[in-house]
């Protein structure tokens, strides 16, 4: 047999603040053999996806974590060495032989093939826990501040912290609230329901009910059902499937999406308003600049990017719809970090790429930036750091023809801003003499979602205000 | 077992020390017929002689270095410096020769350096320091800061037999304000390792010298905090382990001193703390500090300046809180 080097496949750091990822599917099998570089298996984080490449090339001895389960960056996922898988230069043999990597695979308590080897292990197997909670706390930046100590406790006793009440200031959850969480719930949970919470339930998990995997998975079921009871969701009760109806599960960027909304609604006071904006100015500015724009950059000036560009200038007047709320303070900022919302997968999934310091960009710079991340979103090449820090959003329905819509705020933001379809309608403008007439104009329709509790209606419409007006008169030298 | 002064209990030290150990001799500033500017050392040269109680010239360099050169020789000199703020003319014997001389050419500089220190007198910015962060930061040297009539004596025997330069930081404001049970006998008290002073269970104040009180009382006027206070008695080296424990279980911390903020010990500790307890906070490690400016002279400024009950019990409210 051969005794080359064994190399490692490790779940990659996919940003700054990115702790760990789940493994959504392997495309290599065991015995295969790969090149360096080639792609051996897609990961995902709550917002990104993205393809693990071989470390080198030799022969996919063995997969340590099966599709579907979360690991922390650093966790070894595969070994690549010269010789034929289960080689006997492996120090352990962890028993991964292909029969592994199936469904069967992903019903072993996760811990089991997620740490391959405790001595090798980049940490040790009781800091998962805490550290996985501590990413969570991390997926935006909207999340209650959790404190080190209240991280660690919630983790040791599967508890959700962001679903305690708290007693801190601002709300913050406690020390002493997470312990009386954890006393009250003792009594009630059986030992084996905690020490299956203790290990992250695979986030890819086929919920019961639905088609069953070849073998059953009481284990999993377990950890998935001390889970929920610890994050104290209420499941609704299991049904049977009747005729016509399917069940599939949720994607972790779905899952992400409807806890991200519903928290959203929870916090936040949404109030919509609506301003009728005349494009006609755009529109032939737009069109005298297009050839030139995408003969010399390669690049096409949107409308979208007329209306960030404006939108950054309006919002230096209005500082707080670029502001967020902290505990009981009014953050402001002298920058803006503009997301664009960009749906995905055919309208089923959506993601808020961000533009950083988009106040420094003119228009050239603005359709620039919001191309390339509308195709790296559209590639799959956005980072994590891509989709993080955003301090105003917008969101274009209009490119699917509607008039008119009442989005949600992305958290911690406080507003977000709609565009809506461009339609050529009948308007009454006054001519150079005073003298109404009836002409015929590109009116586009723009919403401002505002967090009531921080932005006044008055404060919201001027800035709409103001933003339609920057619009409506914007000239040739504008940029 | 009797009730002493502080001042009482470092004189019955350094006495008792003299009388089981012949190579102990004392050297300062008017500490002999004057029996010292505190009177520390009054009645020591009837007793024990004026080769063994030397009155030295006004020059902390001459005292710091007679006195390492004389450690070196296998003497075991304790040299006060009237005020600690005044060790800075002798700092190049100190922190050059005599901390680095072992690890240098093996030979042991056991001296022992009295430095009454502390402000809140209105003594300005020369006689009111507490320098101990700046020699806490030199490998080669102990510093230790006795809050109690029982540390202070245990300490002070303990700084004499110890074989490296020690810095006895005597708090000029505890030496007859505070009184406590002294044992009679010759004791050592351990050098590194802190005193629970006050049991509690949410907020720790990690202290030393007269600080230690300033934590008393501010404890005592919330009803509604338990408070634990870790007198840390040494600053080098210190009771790490202790500092941790203690964090471990209430989770928030506050690290009070006399001296400056910036560079200060409690930013040491509180980065240790940072590191190595960073899974058991719930809050983040404050610190209670004087300002960083010289101490002021005018006593509504040099109250301004040092920390004051009202600063630690605001800190308290605050963690809380939080």
């Known amino acids: 047999m051969a005794t080359g080097t064994v190399l490692e496949v490790v779940m990659p750091q996919m940003g700054v603040s990115v702790s760990e990822g789940t493994v959504t599917r392997w495309l290599r099998n065991v015995g295969d053999t790969v090149s360096a570089d080639e792609s051996l298996l897609e990961v995902s984080t709550d917002k990104v996806d993205t393809e693990v490449p071989s470390p080198g090339a030799g022969v996919l001895q063995e997969i340590l974590v099966a599709e579907g389960q979360t690991v922390l960056v650093g966790t070894v996922l595969a070994r690549i060495g010269s010789g034929a898988p289960g080689a006997p230069e492996e120090p352990e043999p962890f028993a991964a032989p292909e029969a592994e990597i199936g469904p069967e695979a992903a019903a072993e308590p996760p811990a089991a093939a997620a740490q391959p080897d405790a001595g090798n292990s980049p940490r040790p197997a009781d800091d998962l826990p805490a550290s996985a909670l501590l990413a969570a706390g991390e997926n935006g930046p909207v999340q209650r501040f959790v404190s080190p100590v209240v991280a660690r406790i919630a983790a040791e006793h599967g508890i959700d912290p962001t679903r305690i009440a708290g007693s801190g200031r601002g709300g913050r959850v406690t020390k002493k609230d997470v312990l009386s969480r954890v006393e009250a719930a003792a009594p009630t949970r059986p030992p084996v329901d905690h020490e299956a919470a203790q290990e992250p339930a695979p986030l890819e998990a086929a919920p019961p009910g639905a088609p069953p995997p070849p073998k059953a998975a009481p284990p999993l079921e377990a950890a998935a059902a001390a889970v929920r009871a610890a994050s104290e969701t209420t499941t609704p009760p299991e049904e049977p499937l009747g005729p016509g109806e399917s069940l599939e599960p949720m994607s972790i960027m779905r899952r992400g999406i409807a806890e991200h909304m519903r928290r959203s609604l929870d916090t936040a006071a949404h109030v919509t308003s609506a301003i009728e904006v005349d494009m006609s100015k755009v529109a032939a500015i737009r069109e005298r600049i297009k050839s030139e724009f995408a003969s010399s950059y390669g690049v096409n000036p949107t409308y979208l990017a007329f209306v960030a560009r404006a939108t950054v200038d309006t919002l230096r007047d209005w500082p707080w719809i670029n502001a967020e709320l902290r505990g009981e303070a009014i953050l402001t900022r002298s920058y803006v970090n503009l997301g664009f919302a960009v749906s995905l997968e055919g309208g089923k999934g959506l993601i808020v790429p961000v533009l950083r310091h988009a106040e420094g960009l003119n228009l050239l710079g603005m359709a620039r930036g919001i191309a390339d991340l509308a195709e790296r979103a559209r590639t799959r090449k956005l980072l994590p750091d891509d989709v993080q820090g955003g301090t105003f959003t917008i969101t274009n329905p209009g490119s699917f023809g509607t008039l008119l819509g009442t989005p949600i705020i992305s958290q911690p933001q406080s507003a977000i801003l709609g565009t809506y379809a461009i339609v050529k309608r009948p308007w009454v403008i006054s001519d150079d003499g005073g003298q109404d007439a009836i002409a015929i104009r590109s009116i586009m329709n723009l919403t401002l979602t505002y967090d009531h509790r921080l932005v006044d209606g008055a404060y919201g419409a001027q800035f709409l205000r103001d933003l339609a007006g920057r619009l409506q008169s914007w000239g040739e030298a504008d940029y | ?322």
């Open chain 2, 1 to 322: 077992m009797a009730e002493k002064t502080y001042l009482q209990a470092i004189s019955d030290g350094l006495r008792q020390q003299m009388r089981h150990d012949e190579r102990v001799f004392l050297i300062g500033e008017d500490i002999g017929v004057f029996g010292g500017a505190f009177k520390v050392t009054e009645g020591f040269q009837e007793e024990f002689g004026s080769w063994r109680v030397i009155d030295a010239p006004l020059s902390e360099t001459a005292i710091l270095g007679g006195a390492t050169g004389a450690a070196m020789m296998g003497l075991r000199p304790v040299a006060e410096l009237q005020f600690a703020d005044f060790i800075s003319c002798g700092w190049d014997h100190l922190v050059t020769v005599a901390a680095k001389q072992h690890w240098r050419a093996g030979t042991a500089v056991p001296i022992t350096l009295r430095l009454p220190s502390g402000g809140g007198f209105s003594g300005g910015p020369f006689h009111s320091q507490n320098p101990e962060s700046s020699f806490a930061h030199i490998p080669g040297l102990k510093c230790v800061c006795p809050a109690t009539p029982r540390d202070a004596k245990g300490l002070m025997i303990a700084a004499i037999e110890d074989p490296n330069p020690v810095l006895f930081f005597e708090h000029k404001h505890l030496y007859r304000r505070v009184k406590g049970e002294v044992p009679d006998e010759r004791y050592a008290t351990p050098i590194g390792e802190a005193r629970i002073h006050q049991e509690g269970r949410e907020v720790t104040i990690v202290t030393w010298g007269a600080m230690v009180y300033t934590a008393e009382q501010a404890a005592a006027e919330l009803d509604d905090v338990s408070v634990e206070i870790l007198d840390l008695r040494s600053i080098l080296p210190w009771d790490k382990e202790a500092v941790l424990a203690s964090v471990r279980k209430t989770s928030k911390v506050i690290v009070l001193h006399e001296d400056t903020r910036t560079g200060g010990f409690g930013a040491e500790i509180a980065a240790t703390i940072a590191e190595e307890a960073f899974e058991d906070l719930d809050a983040p490690p404050r610190r209670v500090t004087a300002l960083d400016t010289p101490v002021p002279f005018a006593p509504v400024l040099e109250t301004a300046f040092l920390p004051q009950v009202a600063d630690v019990v605001a800190a308290l409210r605050e963690l809380s809180d939080y």
